[in-house]
């Protein structure tokens, strides 16, 4: 199954800890043989969330650097842009249900390349059982799941 994993499971590889979540959850993921996927806008919110506890000086540049630069160079994790072929307009109808555009992105990313989105958003997890929901992927992916990371573990 193709994963794709929202940006909470990665702020490790920063060195930013995730409280009431399992350490190593993508490597975990990993080894139970399904594939990963993240999007352009999961590195730029580590990078932006790296920014400012680089700032505060609750960690070092170069911690904040050499895990976003891991996750950039590692070839068992696809790298998913926001901006191809439709995306946006999915992205868009989400809107209507979603509050964060940057979620919107997200899912849009996740039901057009992968089997499922993992996250701990509950506002993402709880929108899987409405049917706008439904109406809005139609035909495009009707399997898709979303749910926490633990239950593909």
């Known amino acids: 199954m193709k994963l794709f994993m929202d940006t909470t499971y990665f702020l490790p590889a920063i060195g930013v800890s ?11 993921i990993l080894k139970e043989g399904h594939d990963i996927a993240i999007s352009d806008l999961t590195l730029f919110e580590l990078s932006a969330i790296g920014a400012k506890y680089v700032a505060s000086k609750k ?7 050499y895990g976003i630069r891991s996750l ?5 994790i696809s790298k998913v842009t926001p901006y191809k072929e439709g995306v946006l307009p999915l992205a868009f109808a989400f809107r209507r249900i979603l509050s ?13 390349e992968c089997d499922a989105l993992a996250t701990e958003d509950s506002e ?8 706008s929901l439904t109406t809005i992927i139609g035909g495009i992916n009707k399997n898709f ?9």
């Open 18 to 28: 995730t409280k009431g979540i399992e350490d190593n959850v993508p490597l975990k």
């Open 59 to 65: 960690m070092p540049e170069e911690r904040a650097i």
């Open 72 to 76: 950039t160079n590692d070839e068992r």
């Open 100 to 112: 964060d555009f940057i979620d919107c992105l997200i899912l849009a990313s996740a039901i057009r």
């Open 124 to 131: 993402l997890i709880g929108i899987r059982e409405q049917k």
């Open 145 to 153: 799941k979303i749910a926490r990371a633990a239950s593909f573990l």
